[in-house]
């Protein structure tokens, strides 16, 4: 069973910076896509961002510009890096994966995804 802890989070003033990071207990270092989600209080779960080992990132419309979504394989480590941070970005964020086999067009979709971590909160205030 692999598991993920997550890191990071919080509350910071619009324009902010945070970092997210999801420590997997299993190597990351295959083509199964891992991503990043959030759900913001009386909305939809929604996909943020997604990459695969050695792929290229997908990102969100909303996040573009903005989130980077990176990994450390010698870490079986996640993580997303948000700038400039928007009020509209307060949400539960979550780290998923073995998701889709490299990703591609389904990559938003959260039942593609086996393996959840915890929600960390994200705030931004205005």
């Known amino acids: 069973q692999v598991q993920l802890v997550k890191s990071g989070g919080g509350s910071v003033q619009a324009g902010g910076s945070l970092r997210l990071s999801c420590a997997a207990s299993r190597s990351t270092q295959n083509a199964y896509c891992m991503g990043w989600f959030r759900q913001a209080p009386g909305k939809e779960r929604e996909g943020v961002a997604a990459i695969y080992s050695g792929g290229n990132p997908y990102y969100a419309d909303s996040v573009k510009g903005r989130f980077t979504i990176f990994q450390d394989n010698a870490k079986n480590t996640l993580y997303l890096q948000m700038n400039s941070l928007k009020p509209e970005d307060t949400a539960m964020y979550y780290c998923?994966?073995?998701?889709?086999?490299?990703?591609?067009?389904?990559?938003?979709?959260?039942?593609?995804?086996?393996?959840w971590g915890q929600g960390t909160q994200v705030t931004v205030s205005s």
């Open positions: 998923a994966t073995w998701g889709p086999y490299l990703c591609g067009g389904s990559w938003m979709r959260e039942v593609e995804y086996n393996v």
